[in-house]
């Protein structure tokens, strides 16, 4: 059975066994080129990805810087109103001029998608200011009723700047995930 096998073995020309040979040879460089180009298209969608995220978090410090402007602006204002320096009605026709290029929703959807690490420093902030709006709808209510409204500015101080501290904290992870490799 061997010396039959080894016999057509034999019997095939040598310009088949070129032909094959060589064919094998261009599936296998083709096969190679195949792995290879699947591997060079991997490491650049990996490539551009980070460039993408890091274009992200860079956009994200920005709208926080933004978003720190804005609440300083707040608090301007509502210490305006309760030191006396502005009227309510004054007050309430004053709006915040956020710059140009803010979108808070932006910022809301930048964090969703890319900011996981940062998310509970995100939350804070938020908690910060429903702490500062409940305070500023409290001086509201004592204001219309004329009661004693003067305990409620310390409070509100206070509350803008544990603002401003959660605010750099926050802009301090972001810097910390966008110069991750």
């Known amino acids: 059975m061997i010396a039959e096998f080894v016999e057509f073995l034999k019997s095939i020309p040598l310009a088949a066994w070129t032909a094959f040979i060589a064919f094998f040879g261009v599936w296998l460089t ?13 490491h650049d ?11 992200r978090l860079e956009e994200l410090h920005i709208l926080v810087g933004h ?26 026709d004053t709006k915040f001029e956020p710059p140009p ?9 930048i964090v969703g998608i890319y900011g996981e690490a940062f998310s509970v420093r995100f939350q804070s902030v938020r908690d910060v200011l429903s702490k500062i709006k409940n305070i ?29 501290k959660a605010i ?11 110069k991750e490799p």
């Open 136 to 164: 500023e709808d409290e001086y509201i209510q004592t204001y219309e009723a004329d009661l004693p409204k003067s305990e409620l500015i310390e409070p509100y101080a206070k509350q803008h700047l544990e603002f401003m």
């Open 45 to 55: 969608i990996t490539l551009q990805n980070k460039r993408i995220s890091k274009e």
């Open 67 to 92: 978003w720190s402007r804005l609440g300083v602006q707040r608090f301007v204002r509502g210490q305006a109103l309760m030191y006396g320096d502005t009227t309510l009605k004054q007050y309430h």
């Open 30 to 42: 083709n096969w190679n080129n195949r792995q290879s180009l699947k591997l060079q298209r991997e």
């Open 168 to 178: 750099n904290l926050l802009k301090n992870e972001i810097v910390k995930a966008a």
């Open 101 to 109: 290029n803010y979108d808070y929703s932006r910022l809301e959807m």
